[in-house]
């Protein structure tokens, strides 16, 4: 009866300690992930949600339809929220951080106790001679001596993990409104590469009746064939560069189905009167960049994971061993019981392993976190002049196109006709004029497109999510240039 007494106090202790341990703020269901929602609503003032069962996810789908216009073209805002609701690679992500919230909540909680029981004995079967029993409970105290380091160091990760997540949304709106402005200028495109097509229609049609006539020459009727024929050839690549950016931004707001009926506007917004002056974005940007917030974290972590090393560098292991120890023995026909409490102490003697090495691997890992953070800084400021520049340039470039070449080559076009039908000019020379400006307003589309991108590169810029763009997006503006001066 002793012994059974003191093996419950003895398992009473360490499970006592673990009682102390309260719910944290990471083990709920959001983990963290309303902090994560209001920091991107401050940049993006759109909403974002985390799917976590059937009944958000019909929520959120029921929003999705809701948002989806059907009579009109689909808007650059309501596209980016709606890739907020609707990316499943965003959920992914918010699934990582809930990963990240359990490992926090994981660190709060002290380690199971091992518990041993055993017996010994000798004599024959049914009569007892002599038998031990004996009971066991290891502790780690190591573990419990560096508990408060080892959770701060897992709230610091834990907010690194929501910092992360942030980035993640942010960079899944500015890919969609780039996708968005990739997709619009494509068609923007297609519209006067079409109306180019019916002019020049018109212009063979005219040719190959002069020629019935005798009035045209086989050769210049051959110029006017050809040129529609090439246009034709340009207005199919623009079609298809048209469609895979859309498909790239359809991708990106996780839309399937009958939602695929969506239409986007046929051009761009015109330029603005004039464009934001940002004479401090640099300060903006090291201000507000949430990756280079992540990088601080992570220099922060280290130096804490750093310190704990050093705290275990002679010592990892120390157990603390409580228990008992009963006998029972018949001596003289009399059973006699003996039951003595136990206390042992184990840890490993650091004569081979003197922790040097790990010391020295934590060194370098602070230096490495350390080295990343002051290039991350100098990054963020090239970035944010970066984006300015191409900002501020690609509007002069662009209201250069609209203001000055797209004119004058409608000039020259116009000049070519007259002296065409005056008999001046020949067919081959309008034909140029007829290409050039074809181009030019291809070329001023392409710059106006630009520009838009450049815009929404600023945001990403000064608040993070900018690293990677769509790669669509690169190849819808290659094919876009190519068609553009396919006449020279």
């Known amino acids: 009866m002793i012994g059974t007494r003191k093996l419950i106090l003895a398992l009473a202790f360490p499970l006592a300690l673990s009682g102390c341990v309260t719910d944290a703020e990471y083990s709920r269901k959001e983990a963290g992930f309303t902090s994560v929602a209001n920091k991107t609503a401050t940049v993006t003032a759109k909403e974002t949600v985390w799917i976590q069962n059937q009944n958000q996810a019909r929520s959120a789908a029921a929003q999705v339809k809701s948002l989806l216009p059907r009579t009109k073209p689909l808007d650059v805002e309501t596209a980016v929220q709606i890739a907020l609701l609707n990316n499943k690679g965003l959920q992914a992500a918010y699934a990582d951080l809930g990963d990240s919230a359990a490992d926090a909540w994981q660190s709060t909680m002290f380690l199971n106790p091992t518990v041993s029981i055993g017996t010994t004995g000798m004599g024959a079967p049914g009569l007892e001679a002599f038998k031990t029993i004996e009971g ?165 972590a280290t130096a804490k994971s750093y310190g704990l090393t050093e705290a275990t560098r002679y010592v990892t292991d120390l157990d603390i061993l409580t228990g008992f120890e009963t006998e029972r023995e018949i001596e003289d026909d009399e059973k006699k019981t003996r039951t003595t409490a136990q206390v042992e102490l184990e840890f490993a003697i650091p004569i081979f392993d003197t922790g040097k090495a790990r010391m020295r691997k934590s060194e370098l890992a602070y230096m490495r976190a350390a080295n990343l953070l002051a290039e991350k800084a100098v990054n963020v400021r090239s970035e944010a002049r970066s984006a300015y520049e191409a900002y501020r340039s690609n509007y002069d470039i662009a209201r250069h196109y609209r203001n000055s070449v797209v004119p004058l080559r409608t000039k020259v076009e116009e000049e070519s006709l007259l002296t065409y039908n005056g008999m001046i000019s020949n067919t081959f020379e309008l034909l140029t004029d007829t290409r050039d400006k074809i181009n030019s307003i291809l070329l001023s589309v392409n710059a106006k497109r630009d520009f838009w991108l450049a815009e929404a590169d600023l945001a990403p810029a000064i608040y993070g999510g900018g690293a990677t763009k769509a790669s669509a997006e690169t190849e819808v503006a290659t094919a876009s240039e190519s068609s553009a001066g396919g006449g020279h």
């Open 136 to 300: 066991m409970i290891a502790t780690n105290i190591l573990a419990l001596a560096t508990k408060n380091r080892d959770v701060s160091i897992a709230d610091t990760r834990f907010r690194q993990a929501q910092l992360t997540a942030a980035v993640k949304t942010l960079q899944v709106a500015a890919d969609t409104r780039r996708a968005w402005i990739a997709a619009v200028a494509s068609w923007e495109n297609v519209g006067h590469l079409q109306r180019a097509q019916a002019t020049a229609d018109a212009a063979s049609e005219l040719a190959e009746k002069l020629g019935e006539t005798g009035a045209m020459t086989k050769g210049a009727q051959a110029r006017e064939h050809v040129f529609v024929a090439e246009l034709t050839g340009e207005t199919a690549k623009a079609r298809l560069s048209a469609r895979l950016a859309k498909e790239e931004l359809t991708r990106l707001m996780g839309l399937w189905g009958s939602d695929l009926d969506y239409q986007v506007p046929n051009s761009l917004s015109p330029l603005p009167k004039s464009v934001i002056r940002r004479d401090t974005i640099e300060a903006e940007a090291l201000r507000n960049r949430i990756d280079l917030q992540i990088a601080k974290l992570d220099l922060e």
